[in-house]
C-alpha cells in the first residue's frame, strides 16, 4: 500500500466518523435535554476535523477479527470523545494556553474558561455512557470496555501522563521520565483504541494481547513523530508553530538525542507494532500501514 | 425519629464513607501508577469531610430493599467521586472562584489551577470505573448504572445545571429558569442516587420511580434550603460566608419569593418525598427523616 493510498483512507474514515459524531451529539438520547450553549460548546469541541486515528484504529482492529462494525463505531466516538475532552481542557490557559487548534479558535477562545471546562467535562461523562449503550455486544463486554478506558483514560493513564508532562515544564527530564510520561500521556489511550477493538471483536487473549502492544507502539511512535515535527518540521504543513517545546522549556526525547537517533528509535517501534500483526498476514496490511504513517508522517 | 438521633446517624455514616474513599484513593487498583501529586489532589478534593449525603441516601435505599451492603457502598464511592469532581472544578477561578470549602483551601489553593482541573478529570473517570467494577451485581445492572450516571451525572444533568448557573449570572431570571437550574444541577446526582439505590437492590421498576421521585424532591429542597440559608443564614453555623448569591448578582428563589414563600415550598417537597416512601410504613422511616433534615437544616 502506497501512502497516499492509506492517507486517502484515512481521510475517507474521519469524514464518516465526523459525521456519527455529529449525529450524537445532536440526537443521541444521552444528549437530549442539554442547554444550547453547553451542546454547542461540546461540538466546537468535537467537530474539529481530527485526523480521527484512534477511531480507526479501533475500526480496523475490529475488522481484522470480523467483530461487529457498528458496535466499533459507536465504542470508537466514546473515544475520540474523550480525546476531544483532553484537549479542550489541555488548551485551557491554565494548562498549555492555546488559542488556536487546527486554525480554529480553542473552546475557551469561541466560547469563555467556563464552558469550556465543562463541555470538556460534559464530553468525558457521554463517553462512557456510549460505551455503556453499544447494544450489539453483551453488557459483560461492556464493563469490561467501561473498566479499561476508566484506568488507561484516567488516573494512571491519560491524566496521569499530563500532570507529569505540567509538572516538568522548565525542568530538566531523564529519558525514562520522558518515556513514561508519553505511555501515559498519549500511548494509554492510542493503545486503549487498539485493545478496545480486540475486545469488542472477541479476539482471544493472545490476540488481546497483541493488540495492546502494537497500540502501545503506536502511541509512543505518535509523541515521537510529534517531538520531532516541533523540532525539525516545516510550519506551513505541520499547520502549527514549530520550536513551543523548546520554547516552553519542555525537554523532548528530540532535543536529547537529536533527529538520527529519534528516527532509529521510530524505526524500532514501527518493527515491534509490525511484529505484533505480522501472524494475520495480508490481512493486517492496513494496521502495518498505520504504523508507519503514524512514525514517518510529515504533519 | 429526633433531628440530633438522625445527625448523628448521617455523621457516623460520613465517617465510614470517608474511611471507604480514603482506601479506595489509596489501594483501588484503578488509581494503581497514578503520579503522587495528582493523587494526592484528587485525595485532597475528596476526602473533605463533607456530609456525604449522597452516598448515605444511596446505601439508605438499599437497606431499604434488601440489597446488597456492599455493593451499595462501591456506587455511592463513585457518586461521591462525581459530586467532589464537580466541587473541585466549580471552585476554579474562572467559576465560582472559591479558596476555600468547609475552611479548607480549595484544590487549585492548596495545588494550583492546572492540577484541580486534571484531578476533577481523574475523579469523574475514576467513578465510571468503580460502578464497572463492584463485583456484587450483574453486568446488566452495572451498565443501567452507568448509563443513567452519565445522563444524570453529565450534558443533560449536572454538568447541564452548572452551565444554566454561569450564564446566569447577574441576569435576571424567572422561576421556571431557575427551578429547571436547580433540578439539573443538584437535584439530577441527589436523585441518581436514589435511583441508583433501587437498582443496585434489584427493586422493582414502580419502586424505582418512587426512590427516584423521592430524591428529586430531595434534590430540589436542598438546593431551596441552601438558597435560604444564603439569605438569612447564621454564618457562624452555616461555615461559609452569607448572602454571596446576592453579591454575585445570582437570582435565586429565596429572592423573588421572600422566606415564608420558600419554607411553604420546602414543605411541600417534604410531603412529596415523605408519599414516596409511605408504602413502606417504618422502614422509610430514616428516608423520611432525611428528606427533613435537608430540608430545615441549619448548616
Chains 1, 2 share one sequence.
Not at 474514515?13 to 442547554?35: E, H, I, R
Not at 470538556?120 to 447494544?135: K, M, Q, W, Y
Not at 517545546?245 to 528509535?265: F, H
Amino acid at each position: 500500500m502506497k501512502t497516499g493510498e492509506f492517507e486517502a483512507l484515512l481521510k475517507t474514515s474521519a469524514s464518516a466518523v465526523g459525521d456519527f459524531l455529529d449525529d450524537t451529539l445532536s440526537s443521541n438520547q444521552l444528549v437530549a435535554g442539554t442547554p444550547h450553549h453547553l451542546l454547542n460548546a461540546m461540538r466546537h469541541g468535537v467537530l474539529n476535523g481530527g485526523k480521527r486515528l484512534r477511531p480507526f484504529l479501533l475500526c480496523e482492529v475490529v475488522k481484522l477479527f470480523d467483530g461487529n462494525p457498528k458496535a466499533a463505531m459507536q465504542v470508537a466516538l466514546a473515544v475520540e470523545c474523550i480525546h476531544s475532552y483532553s484537549l479542550v481542557h489541555d488548551d485551557l490557559p491554565a494548562m498549555d494556553d492555546d488559542d488556536l487548534r487546527r486554525g480554529k479558535p480553542t473552546v475557551h477562545k469561541a466560547f469563555d474558561e467556563a464552558t469550556a471546562i465543562l463541555a470538556g467535562d460534559a464530553l468525558l461523562t457521554l463517553a462512557f455512557g456510549l460505551v455503556a449503550s453499544v447494544e450489539a455486544i453483551s453488557a459483560e463486554t461492556r464493563i469490561k470496555l467501561i473498566t479499561l478506558l476508566s484506568k488507561k483514560a484516567g488516573a494512571p493513564g491519560m491524566v496521569g501522563g499530563q500532570i507529569l508532562d505540567m509538572q516538568a515544564n522548565g525542568k530538566p527530564r531523564s529519558e525514562i521520565e520522558i518515556t513514561r510520561m508519553q505511555a501515559m500521556k498519549t500511548g494509554a489511550l492510542i493503545s486503549y483504541a487498539c485493545e478496545a477493538g480486540a475486545l469488542v471483536a472477541g479476539a482471544s487473549e493472545e490476540d488481546r494481547t497483541r493488540m495492546r502492544r502494537y497500540g502501545e507502539n503506536v502511541g509512543i511512535a505518535f509523541q515521537l513523530a510529534d517531538d520531532l515535527l516541533d523540532e525539525t518540521g516545516d510550519a506551513a504543513i505541520v499547520g502549527k508553530t514549530i520550536g513551543k517545546d523548546r520554547e516552553q522549556g519542555k525537554q523532548t526525547l528530540a532535543q536529547i538525542y537529536g533527529k538520527r537517533a529519534l528516527e532509529d528509535r521510530l524505526a524500532a517501534l514501527v518493527k515491534g507494532a509490525e511484529e505484533m500483526v505480522e501472524p494475520f498476514g495480508e490481512r493486517g496490511a492496513i494496521l502495518v500501514e498505520a504504523a508507519r504513517f503514524v512514525s514517518y508522517r510529515k504533519h
